[in-house]
């Protein structure tokens, strides 16, 4: 999974994850159906330090909760690439879509699910929840070491 690569709809924006993710969210929230204009988004969770992103500015966009959310967005085309929630600058959530490769990652998790479109059928065997979970319950061990190496 290391070198996944991934750009906007012109091309001119493009980035590069070093390593593999540390999870993936499905996130089935109102919020984020009126962003993509879909019944949901893929965002794969990885360090900031390993991705690497050329072509794209952030923009702030609203939040229900009033927390800060910024969209990195390609300065051209505005393609969505990736986002920042909350200010935490140390973590990046990648637009699965965007990869070149996209079918390449899956849902580790659907959240937020009491918004998700009736017409959506939630696979077996993934773990579905009606808002956020417990990440300590729920990561690889391997996704946990790196979170608290990025966190303390």
Known sequence: ?????????????????????????CCHCLRCQRETGSAFVLNALIESERFE???ARPVAVPTDSGASHRIFRCEACGTALASEYGGVEKLRFVRVGTLDAPHGLKPDVHIYTRSKVPWVALPHGVPAFE??????????????????????
């Open 53 to 55: 992103l050329a072509g």
């Open 1 to 25: 999974m290391a070198g996944l690569e991934g750009g906007c709809a012109c091309g001119r924006a493009r980035y590069n994850l070093s390593s593999e993710p540390l999870f993936v969210h």
């Open 131 to 152: 808002a956020y979970y417990d990440s300590r319950k729920l990561w690889p061990e391997e996704s946990l070491k790196r979170r608290a190496a990025i966190f303390g």
